[in-house]
């Protein structure tokens, strides 16, 4: 609802309320291993992957910021370039993957890791899985990103869940607390 007031209830906003009702929900669904998302446990790894996704992340128009890597060595980077290109579709996941398939082709991004600062909207985990990313890691969650941006709330792993032919690892809550400063 932007540029619409949807009121406060004791000085709280309502969008930031009905968040933290759903996020309450979602979390539980966001934690557990689906189908076809595997949970899978946060390593060293991931701490410095999603470092660097996190410093791409502050050269963005949102802060979202991605790397792709592939057997530890991160193949492509992007940023929210939505503003700058105005192009809505620009998220830092996608930019990322746009500048993946420039360098590298869509083979070698099949089984790949993609490290997000903020966890996957629907668009980007689609493009994810038509590309046969192999693992998300990602910082804050829907449910934490939607207290202070709008958001649509479908997790990772739900979609991963509705997805039949792949099986998609995924590791939440990495630095969270630090992807969530970079939201003012």
């Not at 557990?32 to 999603?50: L, N």
């Not at 980077?77 to 998220?91: I, W």
């Not at 398939?101 to 629907?122: A, N």
Request: charged residues 20%; positive net charge; proline residues 3%.
């Amino acid at each position: 609802m932007q540029g619409k007031s949807m009121g406060s209830i004791g000085g709280v906003n309502r969008r930031h309320l009905v968040a933290g009702a759903v996020g309450a929900l979602a979390l539980p669904i966001a934690t557990r291993a689906t189908a076809r998302g595997i949970e899978q446990p946060a390593t060293e790894a991931d701490t410095r992957f999603m470092r660097m996704a996190i410093e791409e992340a502050t050269l963005g128009d949102y802060a979202f910021g991605t790397v792709i890597v592939r057997e530890g060595e991160v193949l492509a980077r992007g940023h929210n370039r939505g503003k700058q290109e105005k192009d809505p579709t620009a998220h830092g996941e996608m930019v990322a993957i746009r500048n993946f398939l420039k360098g590298h082709g869509p083979d070698l991004l099949k089984g790949t890791t993609l490290y997000t600062s903020g966890e996957s909207c629907p668009m980007c985990m689609g493009a994810i899985i038509w590309c046969g990313i192999g693992r998300v890691v990602f910082g804050a969650s829907i449910a934490q990103l939607a207290t202070k941006i709008g958001q649509i709330i479908v997790t990772n792993s739900e979609i991963a869940g509705k997805t039949p032919f792949l099986d998609i690892a995924i590791t939440g809550g990495v630095l969270a607390e630090e992807s969530m400063k970079l939201f003012k």
